[in-house]
């Protein structure tokens, strides 16, 4: 009975001593993450710096990052101005939808970097399908075909 009690008090220590690493490992952590220690603003500021694969690559970095990235549609709205220089009707119809920005620069980033390449004239001299870079291509509705094929026939 006494071994008993000797290696549930063992177990006891471990499980504190488990514990006290844990929550200063959480502290450790913490102590180095910004976005925890600074004011919501500067936060904001700093993250607005980046450009959208760099603040995709940071919202991955941890939770913390994670929601307050995701959760900040101040950082996507400028991203997806500049997208809407492109896709002005697409980004128009989904804030019209009530979509939140990130959710519309998710649904329109690929498109625009495409519509861009044909609005540019990238591929006016391509003879066949299989020319075509299979890699970036992404479906499209009629009237970007429409608006693409306007901007071929001007050329």
């Known amino acids: 009975m006494q071994k008993n009690s000797k290696r549930n008090n063992k177990l006891r220590v471990c499980d504190i001593e488990l514990n006290f690493v844990d929550a200063e490992k959480e502290k450790s952590e913490s102590q180095n993450n910004f976005v925890e220690l600074l004011p919501l603003e500067v936060t ?3 993250f607005s710096q980046l450009d959208i694969q760099s603040l ?6 941890c ?3 994670n929601h307050t990235i995701r959760n900040s549609d101040s950082l996507w709205k400028p991203h997806c ?3 809407r220089a492109v896709c002005r009707r697409e980004i128009d119809n989904d ?3 009530g979509y939140p920005w990130r959710v519309i620069l ?3 980033y690929q498109k625009s970097k495409v ?3 044909w609005l540019s004239g990238r591929y006016s001299n391509i003879c066949s399908p299989i020319s075509l870079p299979e890699k ?3 479906p499209m509705d009629a009237d970007t075909w429409g608006e693409i094929l306007e901007a071929e026939l001007e050329r």
């Open 136 to 138: 970036i291509m992404c």
């Open 106 to 108: 998710l649904r329109n």
């Open 95 to 97: 804030l019209e939808n």
């Open 56 to 61: 995709c690559r940071a919202s991955v970095t």
């Open 63 to 65: 939770r913390s990052w």
């Open 115 to 117: 519509k861009y390449e």
């Open 81 to 83: 101005l500049t997208v």
């Open 44 to 46: 904001f500021k700093i």
